[in-house]
């Protein structure tokens, strides 16, 4: 296993614990929930396959739900996210492409194109998460609001530690 990949693996534990501990009790105007355990499958480097994405995915999706008692929710969430990510990076190439190696930051492809990569994604696993959570679209509006308050509070949480982070301060 090289530096990066062991990076990646302490990564994902920390994630896991910051979502637990620390985001599981943190909600804002009891509808908005901070989802930061995504932001792993969103930086993970461009050149991974889809399969390996989704494996990753569904054991951080299913590492989430044993802690939270939700019965596979996180993880079928987590893995359309890993599923849709590739395709939707392809949709969105920048000119040049993307440099070997690199993986979705805002230091390396800048604020503008990290949004337009990131906040479709996390949108798409908020959708899923609660009108599945809801069992249905009895409480759309209510499921609405959540999805929109959950996507702003966690869209802000990754945008902040990615520019509070070490490659982040390059820029």
């Not at 990949?5 to 614990?17: D, K, N, R």
């Not at 849709?84 to 949709?91: E, G, K, L, P, S």
């Not at 920048?94 to 949108?123: E, I, M, R």
């Not at 696993?125 to 599945?132: E, I, N, S």
């Amino acid at each position: 296993m090289n530096r990066s990949g062991i990076a990646q693996f302490i990564l994902f534990f920390v994630y896991v614990l910051v979502q637990v501990l620390v985001l599981r009790n943190l909600v804002l105007f009891d509808s908005a929930f901070c989802f930061l355990y995504i932001v792993f499958i969103l930086l993970l480097p461009i050149e991974l396959n889809t399969l390996a994405l989704m494996v990753i995915g569904f054991v951080l999706g299913f590492t989430i739900d044993i802690f939270y008692d939700s019965m596979g929710l996180h993880a079928m969430a987590t893995v359309l996210v890993a599923y849709v990510r590739n395709y939707w990076m392809a949709t969105i190439t920048p000119q040049g492409g993307y440099d070997s190696g690199s993986s979705a930051t805002v230091a390396s492809n800048g604020l503008q194109w990290f949004l337009v990569y990131a906040l479709p994604l996390v949108f798409l696993h908020h959708l899923v998460l609660f009108f599945v959570e809801a069992a249905g679209f009895t409480l759309f509006w209510y499921t609405m609001l959540k999805i929109v308050g959950s996507l702003l509070f966690t869209m802000t949480v990754i945008t902040l530690l990615q520019y509070l982070s070490p490659q982040g301060r390059r820029l």
